[in-house]
């Protein structure tokens, strides 16, 4: 069975602009949460999606948003760009009767000049 | 709010020898999970070992064990035999159980880069 995939691995923007990340769960798992690790606040949670729903937000601008489509695959947009956004950000997918196993994907490292 | 405190930025062990990382978390909360992850330089995240916090057998998967203390809210992971793959981040985390604002939550430490030394 195919793991998380995230595309793409990189990408280097400039303050102001946007960007859209992809997750793509594993088969049948429905919940897909993301994350941002940066070497200062280490690795925080930024939303949780199931069933093109999100369920859980955690504190973050509204810059950030995401959306998960009726195939379970989710993206998450980052509106006007700040340094401060360079991160790895990490989706995770799990099944919805075992959402607290979860399988994390390599990543999206993200560049902000 | 939950919060982890992971209180070793760094650890070494030799190969072959057993490292003990810690980790301390707060929460009032009776119903919940806790789980160690490993980073490696590939950046990967890769879940070690869970404890469901009513069980009160601590986990063991193969080399990796963890003492599970619930009154002390003490969570520390050992890892026997180790091996050269055993390098990297280790990060301690916590969920939530049930619904609400628990839903696909991870609440993780800062982590502990573990160097393993032939």
């Known amino acids: 069975k195919a793991g998380v995939t995230q595309t793409p691995r990189y990408l280097i923007k400039t303050r102001g602009q946007q960007v859209t990340l992809s997750c793509s769960p594993i088969?049948?798992?429905?919940?897909v949460s993301w994350y941002q690790q940066t070497p200062g606040q280490g690795l925080q949670f930024l939303f949780e999606?199931?069933?093109?729903?999100?369920?859980n937000k955690g504190n973050f601008p509204g810059r950030f948003s995401g959306r998960q489509f009726s195939n379970s695959r989710s993206e998450m947009n980052v509106s006007t760009l700040e340094l401060g956004d360079s991160a790895l950000y990490l989706c995770a997918s799990s099944l919805s009767d075992r959402v607290y196993e979860q399988y994390f994907g390599p990543g999206t490292r993200l560049t902000v000049t | 709010a939950q919060t982890v405190t992971q209180s070793q930025p760094e650890m070494s062990v030799q190969e072959a020898e057993t490292v003990t990382l810690s980790c301390t978390y707060d929460?009032?909360?009776?119903?919940?999970?806790l789980f160690w992850y490993k980073q490696p330089p590939s950046r990967q995240m890769i879940l070690v070992i869970r404890q469901e916090a009513y069980k009160q057998q601590n986990a063991t998967e193969n080399r990796f064990s963890v003492n599970f203390q619930k009154a002390a809210k003490s969570f520390s992971l050992k890892i026997s035999d180790s091996q050269l793959g055993d390098t990297a981040m280790y990060f301690c985390a916590f969920m939530k159980r049930g619904g609400g604002t628990s839903y696909g939550k991870l609440t993780f430490g800062q982590g502990t880069i573990l160097t393993v030394h032939p």
């Open positions: 088969s049948g798992h429905r919940s």
């Open positions: 929460t009032s909360e009776s119903n919940y999970y």
């Open positions: 999606y199931f069933s093109e729903t999100q369920r």
